[in-house]
């Protein structure tokens, strides 16, 4: 079945360096979501991505959707401790279910 | 709109055991899912709905039931807990507009079966 591979792990930043998370599927995907959540939240729906090559920005975040729709990144200019989490992102083949990743932690230190 | 709601925050079992965990959306929404958190796992589905009376399974459906009798309401329902299913279980709606789809997550319920 479909697998979606997440790395890194871990992430330990400074403030103000930058951070990048891959996913990569083992099957082309329809479309691609990424959640954030906070220790001890639930998964927030940041964005989805759903064409060949697409690029989206939500002001410091830069989601990319590769060419072939098997791999993606997000990308965190100038992290803030406000950024600190574990970021998800999750595929979708065909049909309704979505495959998670296991996800980045990131932690953020002043 | 309280969004997706979750009850019991918190539950603790003993093996064999059997509850309902309740999941309700205020939002109309059409898809409605069940996913389990483990520690370094990711979230795995459970079960989803794509409307009111229809169900199917998801990665790890072993040992839940659901149904889907309003577009409000999804039930989880553990039939003989065992230890294996301690976990955190978020219940989650989305809705799909033109090609985009957005999708919400309740606070979780924390299950530890003894």
């Known amino acids: 079945g479909q697998q979606v591979m997440q790395i890194p792990q871990y992430q330990h930043v400074q403030e103000g360096e930058d951070f990048t998370t891959y996913c990569n599927s083992s099957?082309?995907?329809?479309?691609i979501q990424w959640y954030k959540q906070r220790p001890g939240g639930h998964p927030v729906f940041l964005i989805q991505?759903?064409?060949?090559?697409e690029v989206k920005k939500q002001k410091r975040l830069t989601f990319q959707f590769g060419e072939a729709k098997k791999n993606s990144s997000l990308h965190i200019t100038a992290t803030q401790t406000t950024d600190v989490g574990t970021y998800f992102c999750a595929g979708r083949n065909s049909g309704y279910a979505l495959n998670f990743g296991k996800g980045t932690s990131l932690l953020v230190t002043p | 709109n309280a969004g997706v709601t979750q009850t019991p925050k918190f539950q603790v079992l003993k093996t064999g055991q059997s509850m309902t965990l309740q999941c309700a959306q205020d939002m109309n929404h059409e898809y409605m899912s069940w996913y389990r958190q483990d520690p370094g796992m990711g979230l795995r589905l459970i079960h989803y709905?794509?409307?009111?009376?229809?169900?199917d399974q998801g990665e790890v459906p072993n040992g839940y039931n659901v149904s889907r009798s309003t577009t409000e309401d999804f039930p989880l329902r553990l039939l003989s807990a065992a230890p294996s299913q301690t976990s955190v279980y978020f219940c989650a709606s989305s809705y799909s507009r033109e090609g985009v789809e957005t999708q919400y997550f309740g606070p979780g319920t924390r299950l530890l079966v003894l």
């Open positions: 991505l759903v064409k060949s090559g």
């Open positions: 709905s794509v409307g009111a009376g229809i169900t």
């Open positions: 099957t082309t995907l329809s479309n």
